[in-house]
């Protein structure tokens, strides 16, 4: 079993729609991290996440550290949403590696 | 913030030959990293660049195969050497400020195809 699992692994939805991303752990950790990544390859951070809820415009993320669960939504999803988002872990046990889901390819359709 | 530009952003290799991906950050940064991406696949850590030391290796990767230089707090270099078709790949160098728990940033990746 992974240490991080991503759901779902693909997501189709239309422009507008509502859309939530799951991670879920299996370690204690010292910090979450959301990740954006592109068509080309290249990947943007959105959030770092230890404890709580951020918000940055469309996208909102919350953690529960006790259940060790955190989604990532985007309010009135568009086209150029479209990417695959990833959910990466920080333990908090040993040398702080990161530990990347397999991530969640979103196409939003207009 | 930090701003890394990575090149080449893709390449088409020979079997056998060997290829140099360089990232260039536009501050200085204590650690970098370099994680290999294959195809339908999520980022594997290659090996943490530092300056002034041996880069450290995670189990799996070589340095015969990946060797890296980091001659500066700026700047890195990883070279695949040898390479094969199992070694088509998006290759990725990082950086985190501060610890490893800080903001990351990433370069926009060297999509390499092996023939």
């Known amino acids: 079993k992974n240490e991080v699992e991503q759901s779902p692994q693909n997501l189709t939805a239309q422009e507008g729609e509502f859309i939530t991303i799951n991670c879920s752990y299996s370690v204690g950790i010292s910090a979450l991290h959301w990740l954006q990544q592109h068509p080309g390859g290249g990947i943007v951070s959105l959030f770092m996440l230890s404890s709580g809820k951020k918000k940055h415009g469309r996208l909102i993320a919350t953690i529960n550290i006790q259940e060790k669960h955190s989604s990532l939504h985007i309010t009135a999803s568009h086209p150029r949403d479209s990417a695959v988002y990833i959910c990466a872990i920080i333990s908090n046990f040993g040398n702080e590696k990161l530990t990347f889901g397999t991530g969640t390819r979103l196409t939003i359709i207009p | 913030s930090a701003v890394i530009s990575q090149k080449p952003s893709r390449d088409i290799c020979q079997r056998g030959t060997s290829l140099t991906i360089q990232c260039q950050v536009d501050s200085q940064v204590t650690m970098m990293f370099w994680y290999r991406q294959q195809p339908g696949q999520s980022l594997t850590l290659i090996a943490t660049?530092?300056?002034?030391?041996?880069?450290?290796?995670e189990s799996g990767f070589v340095i015969d195969k990946f060797p890296i230089s980091r001659p500066n707090l700026t700047f890195s270099t990883l070279t695949v050497s040898n390479m094969s078709p199992e070694d088509s790949s998006i290759y990725l160098c990082s950086v985190a400020l501060g610890t490893r728990s800080g903001e990351l940033f990433f370069g926009e990746g060297s999509r390499l195809t092996v023939l």
């Open positions: 660049a530092n300056q002034g030391s041996e880069a450290t290796y």
